[in-house]
């Protein structure tokens, strides 16, 4: 005779609840990296195929890995520089903060073996090396026209940190002392850093012209 599953027995649905949870509970992976614990999936893990985590996390791994007294995989590296290399494995895109050095991050892909993490970050760090300095200096020009009286004013009215660049006389030169011609252009200058404000900007390059143009008359 068939045995009976009493009240207290498993239904079908029970046994398969619970055969969902466990496979639930074996797609979470803890990492314990340098003292520093990472609750992850083995899917975020698995990401790149050919990678050290993708390796670590296989029934069938061929690598040697301790586990601590909580279950989670030891690795001895560096959290600071893991937390990028998770990430990015997460959701597939470059986050570092301003305060990790790429160059952390890197020798950690490297470590883990994930190419394109590798790539990503070797390209930001190139941009970097190429691009203009963090402390370099942005110019802003002005170009004001006065009239000869006012030359003195606008010399000793200068502040701010302007310069003086270029006296242009846009006047002809054989009325020089007509003050009905005598018309002068004055280039100055100022550093702004990286942030200038527009309202204050002269196009550089209408600067120079009016510069060029000076050095002739």
């Known amino acids: 005779m068939a045995g009976h599953v009493g009240g207290g ?3 079908n649905e029970n046994i398969q609840t619970y055969n969902n949870e466990r496979r639930s509970s074996k797609q979470w992976v803890k990492l314990n990296v340098g003292g520093t614990y990472f609750l ?3 899917t975020t893990l698995s990401r790149d195929t050919n990678s050290f985590l993708y390796r670590l996390v296989q029934e069938d791994s061929d690598l040697i890995s301790d586990k601590d007294e909580t279950g989670a995989y ?3 590296r560096d959290p600071t520089y893991f937390s990028p290399v998770l990430n990015y ?3 597939g895109k470059l986050v570092i903060n301003n305060d990790i050095a790429e160059e952390g991050v890197l020798e950690e892909a490297e470590f883990y073996n994930i190419t394109e993490l590798i790539k990503l970050v070797k ?3 190139s941009q970097r ?3 203009p300095s963090k402390d370099s200096k942005n110019h802003v020009y002005r170009v004001l026209q006065f009239h000869e009286e006012e030359l003195t004013q606008m010399v000793s009215s200068m502040s701010d940190g302007w310069k003086f660049e270029q006296l242009i006389n846009i006047g002809s030169q054989y009325n020089y002392g007509n003050e009905d011609h005598a018309e002068f252009l004055c280039v100055v200058s100022r550093e702004c850093g990286n942030n200038p404000n527009s309202n204050d900007i002269e196009p550089t390059d209408r600067a120079m012209v009016l510069q060029q143009k000076g050095s002739r008359i």
């Open 9 to 11: 027995g498993f239904s």
């Open 40 to 42: 992850t999936t083995k």
């Open 74 to 76: 030891l690795i001895d």
């Open 89 to 91: 494995l997460r959701h």
């Open 123 to 125: 390209e930001r760090i």
């Open 129 to 131: 090396e190429t691009g």
